[in-house]
């Protein structure tokens, strides 16, 4: 039988129900489409167009990215060390009010997936602006993603009311509703920055379209501390107050949670994103990982957007989540390294509905496919393959990555990227956003 591809690897981490991880197997893709996984020895009754052996390497399925604002790659570092208030007041939002045009989110967003496709990313979940050049980078790159239509109380460079941020939404989703790998959602900051009215406009909406929610919620004590000094409740219960909790809720960060919220999550089945290095380089708490999934709560995994983490490493923030968990809980076998993989991957495609696509690899499901080079000295010996990704592999040895199918890297080299004219971008850009820098720092 011809084939699109046929990848050969040491190990096959499927992340399926079992966490099942196999010997020197191979991948068989049609198209775009995982048709068969079986022992190398019994695949030659296929006749692969392409054909990739990687015998030193684990193939898994890509590392969806469950919240992330793409375009802030363009201010990774600006006004490092500074607290959450003073970062977004004094240098964060002023760039942006400044600086996030158009071209911004292009060329950020392109920065980005770039840096997401070396790490091993194949789908990331997005909350920004210019939505329409979001989608068009995504789509040119060819890789997937999720688009948030940005829903706050206040103008922007993009939209300056309610009625122009849903117009201008639901018209970018219109023209991208034929894209396999784009999807969308409705995206609102957060409770404290969108009123119960804008909730009220969106909510039929939500159901009318079959769109999740995508909203930070809890991510502060001052946060929570503010809902209730405004409005006499908790966040997540004004939530529930206006009928937006439920299993099309993605609520990013939930660092400030009781006993009763999180008994509250798990009934109504909404899906955590824990974003753990930037919750902890902007000292804004630690979400109750343990706690949650012992509620039978699905937990996925996001970097937040550059600006707060400085870079977009889902390695890495799995390894930070596991560690994390084990200090806050004091048990060593608090969240396990399959259990990171699992939060980095197949829970990410449940919190974004896209479990019955991707997040595994198994037959019938998307081709979204990395391969790790473990035959580094950092990674050596392998007792565990499972261990030795989440707790010793860094993301250069990340080979290649596989969206749909299609190799948008191949050999640590990117092949639907011109990365030297990316970094010249990027550069261009610093000198534009440098004025908004840290003052004490000095330009080198």
């Known amino acids: 039988m011809h084939v699109s591809l046929q990848i050969n690897a040491r190990w096959i981490v499927s992340v399926d129900r079992n966490n099942t991880v196999l010997e020197n197997h191979a991948v068989i893709i049609q198209d775009d489409i995982i048709i068969d996984i079986l022992p190398q020895a019994e695949a030659s009754k296929y006749h692969p167009l392409k054909q990739a052996t990687l015998n030193d390497h684990a193939l898994m399925p890509g590392f969806i990215n469950a919240h992330t604002h793409s375009a802030m790659s363009l201010l990774k570092g600006l006004a490092d060390d500074t607290p959450l208030d003073e970062w977004l007041n004094k240098h964060i939002w002023p760039a942006e009010t400044a600086l996030a045009n158009a071209d911004f989110v292009k060329d950020g967003t392109e920065l980005a997936i770039a840096e997401m496709i070396r790490g091993g990313t194949t789908c990331f979940n997005d909350m920004y602006f210019f939505i329409g050049q979001a989608a068009a980078v995504a789509q040119d790159i060819g890789m997937r993603c999720h688009i948030g239509i940005p829903i706050i109380d206040f103008p922007t460079r993009w939209a300056k009311d309610l009625g122009e941020y849903i117009s201008k939404g639901l018209a970018v989703r219109d023209q991208f509703k034929k894209e396999p790998l784009i999807n969308f959602s409705f995206a609102p900051h957060a409770p404290y920055s969108v009123s119960d009215d804008s909730f009220k406009t969106i909510k039929p909406l939500l ?130 390294a399959y259990q990171a993989i699992r939060m980095a991957t197949i829970n ?97």
């Open 207 to 336: 159901n009318e379209l079959a769109l999740p929610m995508h909203i930070h919620l809890h991510e502060t004590q001052a946060e929570v501390q503010q809902s209730l000094s405004d409005h006499n409740i908790r966040p997540i219960d004004r939530l529930e107050e206006l009928g937006l909790l439920g299993p099309d809720l993605m609520a990013v960060h939930m660092t400030e949670l009781s006993d009763q919220d999180i008994q509250k999550v798990a009934r109504y089945g909404v899906h955590v994103i824990h974003c753990p290095e930037s919750n902890l380089k902007l000292a804004s708490g630690f979400c109750p990982v343990s706690a949650l999934l012992e509620a039978g709560v699905n937990v996925a995994l996001g970097t937040d957007g550059a600006a707060s983490n400085n870079d977009i490493d889902m390695l890495g923030e799995m390894r930070t989540a596991a560690f994390l968990a084990k200090s806050l809980t004091g048990k060593a076998n608090a969240l396990p």
């Open 348 to 444: 990410g495609a449940k919190a974004l509905g896209l479990a019955d696509k991707i997040g595994s690899l198994e037959i019938g499901k998307q081709a979204d496919i990395i391969a790790i080079n473990l035959n580094h000295v950092e990674t050596q010996p392998v007792y565990d393959v499972m261990s030795s990704i989440v707790y010793s592999a860094n993301r250069s040895q990340v080979t290649d990555t596989w969206v749909a199918g299609k190799n948008l890297m191949k050999g640590r080299q990117l092949r639907t990227i011109d990365e030297s004219a990316l970094i010249k971008k990027a550069q261009s850009w610093q000198q534009k956003v440098y004025p908004f820098h840290h003052p004490s720092y000095k330009a080198v």
